[in-house]
């Protein structure tokens, strides 16, 4: 969500998955992002999860549905194909441009040094961290983003923006852009 910069509208939880609704801010579309939840770390998900999905699609009127799951079932995965229905899964992300994860990137430092340290530094002196010598875990999460996004390695950016997205709901700061 983060990432696509959608609007975090609501949060429902069932016992076999959480569904966030979310509104993209350049456009009238309703999103509802399903995440799968199991107690079975190995769970998989199925032609069952894709046609519930659909029918609340259809209940409820959104423009748009994005599934996440562990793993996906190959007949799974061939009916949100079919349905054009997004996955995320272990094993596969969408495309997303490492310019965009970046500006994400950016944006989560940003916030996090604001309500950890009061304000976000512009250059390294400026650092609360930096200057009294402490290593600061946001600072080098954002060093560590910019070696990766220099060098093109999308992969390591989203998994500094999952650090980033942690951090923030660890430290109970208030979702950004209404929501992650």
């Given at each position: 969500?983060?990432?696509?910069?959608?609007?975090?509208?609501?949060?429902?939880?069932?016992?076999?998955?959480?569904?966030?609704?979310?509104?993209?801010?350049?456009?009238?579309?309703?999103?509802?992002?399903?995440?799968?939840?199991?107690?079975?770390?190995?769970?998989?998900?199925?032609?069952?999860?894709?046609?519930?999905?659909?029918?609340?699609?259809?209940?409820?009127?959104?423009?748009?549905?994005?599934?996440?799951?562990?793993?996906?079932?190959?007949?799974?995965?061939?009916?949100?194909?079919?349905?054009?229905?997004?996955?995320?899964?272990?094993?596969?992300?969408?495309?997303?441009?490492?310019?965009?994860?970046?500006?994400?990137?950016?944006?989560?430092?940003?916030?996090?040094?604001?309500?950890?340290?009061?304000k976000?530094?512009?250059?390294?002196?400026?650092?609360?961290?930096?200057?009294?010598?402490?290593?600061?875990?946001?600072?080098?999460?954002?060093?560590?983003?910019?070696?990766?996004?220099?060098?093109?390695w999308?992969?390591?950016?989203?998994?500094d923006?999952?650090?980033?997205?942690?951090?923030?709901?660890?430290?109970?700061?208030?979702?950004?852009?209404?929501?992650?």
């Open positions: 969500m983060a990432v696509q910069n959608y609007k975090f509208e609501a949060r429902k939880k069932s016992d076999q998955w959480v569904d966030f609704t979310a509104s993209d801010p350049n456009s009238t579309e309703k999103i509802l992002l399903r995440l799968i939840e199991s107690k079975q770390a190995a769970t998989v998900v199925g032609v069952d999860a894709v046609r519930k999905i659909l029918e609340t699609m259809q209940k409820r009127q959104f423009d748009k549905v994005i599934l996440v799951g562990r793993q996906f079932t190959d007949a799974a995965q061939e009916e949100m194909v079919e349905k054009k229905i997004q996955r995320i899964s272990e094993d596969y992300m969408p495309p997303v441009l490492p310019e965009r994860l970046y500006l994400t990137i950016n944006e989560y430092v940003d916030k996090l040094c604001k309500a950890t340290c009061g976000a530094p512009q250059e390294e002196a400026e650092c609360s961290g930096f200057s009294r010598g402490a290593k600061c875990e946001i600072r080098t999460i954002s060093d560590n983003a910019a070696f990766h996004f220099e060098r093109g999308a992969p390591l950016l989203r998994n923006l999952r650090q980033l997205v942690s951090m923030q709901q660890q430290t109970k700061i208030p979702q950004f852009r209404g929501g992650s």
